[in-house]
């Protein structure tokens, strides 16, 4: 089976949900942005739910991608911050794939798509939280409930995201981000005494 293939249609699946929601996604609409039949797609899914599926395995593997990139990464404020920007440029790079990430309609379309995106948002806020108590032991975070610092860490970058592409993609997402990134680690940290 071509690999290839199989990316083109998964990305062109990603850009059909971006423009018009999870409805308007159609093993017949991806064959005829492809330029093949609807039989042919068939051949690489097995259905519309098995597209989606591995839509969502895309997702969790840049995901694990860019967590195994920091995992030699010791101190625990620095990875949060090179995670956090990577994931930003990621999605700089791959505008579509956020409309599946941040997007409401994902939860509402159906339960296998919502058990999904709650499984891989559990396992951001458990690393995270992780990591943010890590931190704390080492004395580097405030004593603030680490599931508090996370929630704020992903509202706010949530918050920068969905900004972002209702403003129609009009600012630098990583740069907002360091500066947001920036704030927040400010906000956290562990004040040392002169």
Same mark, same amino acid.
Do not use: C
């Given at each position: 089976?071509?690999?290839?293939?199989?990316?083109?249609?998964?990305? /062109? +699946?990603?850009?059909?949900?971006?423009?018009?929601?999870? =409805? +308007?996604?159609?093993?017949?609409?991806?064959?005829?942005?492809?330029?093949?039949?609807?039989?042919?797609?068939?051949?690489?899914?097995?259905?519309?739910?098995?597209?989606?599926?591995? /839509?969502?395995?895309?997702?969790?593997?840049?995901?694990?991608?860019?967590?195994?990139?920091?995992?030699?990464?010791?101190?625990?404020?620095?990875?949060?911050?090179?995670?956090?920007?990577?994931?930003?440029?990621?999605?700089?790079?791959?505008?579509?794939?956020?409309?599946?990430?941040?997007?409401?309609?994902?939860?509402?379309? =159906?339960?296998?798509?919502?058990?999904?995106?709650?499984?891989?948002?559990?396992?951001?806020?458990?690393?995270?939280?992780?990591?943010?108590?890590? +931190?704390?032991?080492?004395?580097?975070?405030?004593? /603030?409930?680490?599931?508090?610092?996370?929630?704020?860490?992903?509202?706010?970058?949530?918050?920068?995201?969905?900004?972002?592409?209702?403003?129609?993609?009009?600012?630098?997402?990583?740069?907002?981000?360091?500066?947001?990134?920036?704030?927040?680690?400010?906000?956290?940290?562990?004040?040392?005494? +002169?």
């Amino acid at each position: 089976m071509n690999t290839q293939r199989k990316e083109e249609m998964l990305d /062109i +699946a990603i850009k059909i949900i971006d423009r018009d929601g999870f =409805s +308007a996604l159609s093993m017949k609409r991806v064959g005829e942005l492809t330029g093949i039949t609807e039989p042919a797609v068939y051949r690489y899914f097995k259905s519309k739910e098995n597209l989606i599926n591995e /839509i969502f395995k895309k997702i969790v593997s840049i995901h694990e991608e860019i967590l195994n990139k920091y995992k030699n990464t010791k101190n625990e404020l620095l990875k949060i911050e090179e995670i956090l920007l990577s994931q930003l440029e990621y999605y700089e790079s791959n505008r579509e794939i956020t409309s599946i990430i941040f997007s409401s309609d994902a939860f509402s379309y =159906s339960p296998t798509i919502k058990e999904k995106v709650t499984a891989i948002m559990k396992e951001r806020e458990r690393l995270m939280t992780s990591l943010i108590k890590r +931190a704390q032991a080492r004395g580097l975070v405030k004593r /603030i409930d680490p599931s508090h610092i996370t929630k704020m860490i992903a509202g706010a970058i949530m918050l920068l995201v969905v900004s972002w592409r209702t403003e129609n993609y009009s600012f630098p997402l990583v740069e907002r981000g360091k500066v947001l990134i920036e704030s927040i680690m400010s906000v956290i940290k562990e004040e040392k005494d +002169a």
